[in-house]
């Protein structure tokens, strides 16, 4: 089945640092791509996606692009902060009989420093 | 305001003695989900409804059930739980229509088994 596997975690970080956090992915389809977030104590929310190949997904200084020649969704900021403490999943969409499911990675934790 | 609303936000049980979990939503969404994040993995997804519809994933354990009685309400039982049952789960829920594919997550019901 489809799948998603991102770099393991924790990710330590200064403030104003660069991040990157890479995702990539096995689907057998050409699915929808996702970032979501998770701050402490909060359910997850979308964060950012794309839907087709070459497409950039981009929110808050975050941005990830849909590369479907390497099956990666790497999200990237080019200067974070504390606030962007948090656990990132990446998933992908996976059509069911009815609606749609997805298949998230395990989540990487961001701890950002000032 | 939150729009997807689990209870407890913690909950204890005995090895063996169902439990329910449940999940509230303000949004008048079609579909709800379920998921099951056990500590470091991925969310994985236990089953989802369609308005009535019931979508049971195929790797998920008989001693988990749900209903959903109406629009707003879906519970999760847990029929005899086991110690592997101690999780994080979280309810999900998406229009069904149009941007069907954005999740909004609940802040998720940690539950231990003694």
């Known amino acids: 089945g489809d799948s998603v596997t991102q770099m393991e975690g924790p990710v330590t970080l200064s403030e104003e640092a660069c991040l990157t956090i890479?995702?990539?992915?096995?689907?057998?389809?050409?699915?929808?791509l996702f970032w979501y977030v998770q701050y402490p104590g909060e359910g997850l929310q979308l964060l950012l996606k794309?839907?087709?190949?070459?497409d950039k997904g981009s929110n808050k200084g975050f941005e990830a692009t849909y590369r479907k020649e390497t099956t990666s969704f790497h999200l990237e900021k080019g200067s974070v902060q504390v606030s962007d403490s948090a656990v990132y999943f990446c998933a992908l969409s996976e059509w069911r009989q009815a609606g749609t499911a997805l298949i998230f990675g395990k989540g990487t934790t961001l701890s950002v420093s000032s | 305001d939150a729009m997807v609303i689990q209870n407890p936000r913690y909950q204890v049980t005995q090895f063996g003695k169902p439990v329910t979990l449940s999940c509230s939503q303000t949004l008048n969404h079609n579909v709800m989900y379920w998921y099951q994040q056990k500590s470091s993995q991925a969310p994985k997804l236990l089953f989802h409804?369609?308005?009535?519809?019931?979508?049971n994933e195929a790797d998920t354990p008989d001693n988990f059930q749900s209903r959903r009685p109406n629009t707003s309400f879906c519970f999760l039982d847990i029929r005899s739980p086991g110690l592997g049952d101690a999780a994080m789960y979280l309810c999900?829920?998406?229009?069904?229509?149009?941007?069907?594919?954005?999740?909004?997550f609940g802040s998720g019901t940690q539950l231990s088994v003694l």
């Open positions: 794309a839907t087709k190949a070459d």
């Open positions: 999900a829920t998406s229009s069904g229509q149009g941007d069907n594919e954005k999740l909004f």
């Open positions: 890479n995702c990539t992915y096995t689907a057998t389809g050409y699915p929808s």
């Open positions: 409804y369609y308005d009535k519809d019931f979508n």
